[in-house]
């Protein structure tokens, strides 16, 4: 049999044949390392036999103590090995312990922080903005991508806090070096409006790509804005489309309308109606009122689709309904031209009124033209007055000459030769067609009222009001 040997216990017993008696080294030969650090079980036996064999030399169970001792000392030699694997295993079982103890510790902290950051996002979608702030602080103070980003949005808009500009561009910031592709996007637009940071269409377009490599759909959409409106980067509408492209193909609809406006117009693209259609239908089912009211245009027109009143009037209906004011003043056309639909000026009145409320000069002009005939309204002077000025106002040549009109013959206005010059005269740079003579016609029966000093200051009071871009026309 093959005894082991251990070389860090060094229990030595040699003897020799000297007198009968088997001659036993000293203690002292036994290395103290091998007597202590380790359990003593069978050392402290083979310790205790040798000194007993030591002294009781002479007898002869002497012998017998320091083979009993050796026994004891080559068992607890063979034993040691054990006692190092024994160690070896619980130290492993302890650290493991000790890692567990402190993944649980980390994985604890994590799902708590997971926990409070979808805390905070409920909020929001909740519109409870100071809860939402109280949740988002601590998580973005330590660090979290996510809530930094948010915690900027609920400064930019002022919910929950003092809206401020600056310190919303610090969170995105700080969330955007992380890689925050919302932040990113979100701190290019701070840019390009000059909102908490200086305005810089460079740094707006830099923070924008950086998003959009990351496939953040709006911002891929926004770099196609920049490069159409030639905002901090040379006006170019075929970058515009390969961005709209990649934003369109994502589904975003504003991208996909102005990819059908591009095809319409021939821009960066080769101009096809029917291209147009598609980018539009696309848009459209998202239920994106512009689309939806270009495709009612495409179908009154015969453009790139087959020319229906009826189709065109379902497409109008739907924009009109979300309130698009396009849509409400082609809606009161159709009706007023009995196109698609039984004829109706009440109708046609009411749509106008709609899209007029809301800005739509044609509307506006229209609106006054009921007003002044009479047609699905009754008619009043003072209202078709106040229509036309508001067109007017807003560069409308038709509106500026019935305006003018109305103050000659002063209905519904105080009587007026010298604004109603002007507003002839104003008009005649915008009159098309049949309504340059008119204008021009208008223009000589007033002035014929007029001297020629009263000519000459309507037409500085002109003058005056295209400068201004019609502001101070009164």
């Known amino acids: 049999m093959v005894r082991a ?75 040691w090995p054990q006692y190092l694997v024994t160690a070896c295993v619980a130290l492993r079982f302890w650290m493991r312990c000790v890692f567990f103890a402190l993944f649980l510790v980390v994985a604890c902290a994590t799902v708590s922080k997971a926990d409070s950051y979808r805390d905070a996002v409920s909020a929001v979608h909740r519109d409870e903005y100071d809860l939402a702030a109280r949740l988002f602080r601590p998580l973005a103070d330590q660090g979290h991508a996510g809530a930094q980003s948010y915690l900027g949005v609920l400064y930019a808009n002022g919910q929950g806090l003092l809206q401020n500009y600056e310190i919303a561009g610090r969170w995105y910031r700080a969330a955007a070096q992380q890689g925050d592709a919302a932040a990113q996007f979100q701190l290019g637009l701070l840019y390009a409006n000059g909102q908490g940071v200086s305005q810089s269409y460079e740094e707006a377009i830099r923070w924008c790509r950086v998003a959009a490599d990351q496939r953040m759909v709006a911002a891929q959409f926004q770099l196609g804005e920049f490069y159409a409106n030639g905002q901090g980067v040379p006006q170019s509408y075929e970058e515009a489309g390969r961005w709209y492209r990649l934003a369109a193909d994502q589904g975003h609809a504003s991208a996909q309308f102005q990819l059908g406006l591009l095809s319409a117009n021939g821009q960066g693209v080769l101009q096809s109606d029917e291209d147009a259609v598609l980018w539009y239908q696309r ?28 189709v065109a009037l379902q497409w109008y209906r739907r924009a009109a309904d979300q309130g698009d004011a396009l849509a409400q003043f082609q809606l009161g056309v159709l009706y007023a031209n009995g196109q698609g639909v039984k004829q109706s000026y009440e109708e046609a009145a009411l749509w106008y009124r709609r899209a007029a409320e809301q800005g739509d000069v044609l509307a506006q002009f229209n609106l006054g033209v009921r007003y002044d005939n009479g047609q699905g309204v009754p008619q009043n002077y003072k209202e078709a007055a106040w229509w036309y000025r508001r067109a007017a106002q807003q560069g409308h040549a038709r509106a500026q000459g019935n305006l003018g009109v109305l103050y000659a013959s002063g209905q519904g206005l105080p009587k007026d030769v010298m604004r109603a010059y002007m507003w002839l005269t104003v008009a005649l740079p915008g009159s098309r067609g049949d309504d340059v003579k008119t204008a021009i016609s208008n223009q000589r029966r007033v002035a014929s009222d007029m001297t020629a000093e009263q000519i000459a200051q309507a037409q500085d009071m002109a003058r005056r009001c295209r400068e201004t871009q019609f502001e101070q026309c009164e």
Request: proline share 7%; hydrophobic share 35%.
């Open 283 to 310: 848009a459209a089912q998202q239920g994106y009122a512009l689309a939806q009211s270009h495709l009612g245009m495409l179908s009154a027109r015969g453009q790139g689709l087959p020319k229906d009143y009826r």
């Open 5 to 79: 040997r251990c070389n860090s216990v060094n229990h030595k017993f040699r003897g020799k044949k000297r007198g009968g008696h088997a001659e036993l080294f000293p203690l002292n030969d036994i290395p103290p390392s091998a007597l202590v650090s380790h359990p003593p079980t069978h050392s402290s036996t083979a310790i205790r036999l040798w000194r007993n064999a030591q002294r009781v030399s002479s007898d002869p169970s002497a012998i017998a103590h320091g083979r009993r001792a050796k026994a004891f000392a080559k068992e607890d030699t063979l034993r």
